[in-house]
Nanobody, 122 residues
Framework: QVQLVESGGGWVQAGGSLRLSCAAS????????MGWFRQAPGKERELVAG???????YYADSVKGRFIISRDNAKNTVALQMNSLKPEDTAVYYC????????????????WGQGTQVTVSS
């Protein structure tokens, strides 16, 4: 059974850092593009960072220069280092997998994790 399990969410003050991790199982991780999405209350789920199987990265403008996505194909994990966090980063963060390239379209992802809450206080 395919699983994506996120961890590392929590509460942090503005300016702080958090590191999210996503552990994948039961699919050929190295063949998939991986994305981190987030969804704030009342808003659409949006792609904040993605990394292709060849480790080409993509970042939304809102997080560029603050977030870093990385992957470890040997451990089947993808991480999101979040620095200089802002209250507007508060959301549920989801890990997602898509065979092939990273896409900003949530409907094009094959697998999703359950999500992890990130709360940034001002």
């Amino acid at each position: 059974q395919v699983q994506l399990v996120e961890s590392g969410g929590g509460w942090v003050q503005a300016g702080g850092s958090l590191r999210l991790s996503c552990a994948a199982s039961a699919f050929i991780f190295s063949e998939y593009g991986m994305g981190w999405f987030r969804q704030a209350p009342g808003k659409e789920r949006e792609l904040v960072a993605g990394i292709t199987r060849n480790e080409i990265t993509y970042y939304a403008d809102s997080v560029k220069g603050r977030f870093i996505i990385s992957r470890d194909n040997a451990k089947n994990t993808v991480a999101l280092q979040m620095n200089s966090l802002k209250p507007e980063d508060t959301a549920v963060y989801y890990c997602a997998a898509r065979r092939g390239w990273v896409s900003p379209e949530r409907g094009q992802y094959d697998y999703w994790g359950q999500g992890t809450q990130v709360t940034v206080s001002s």
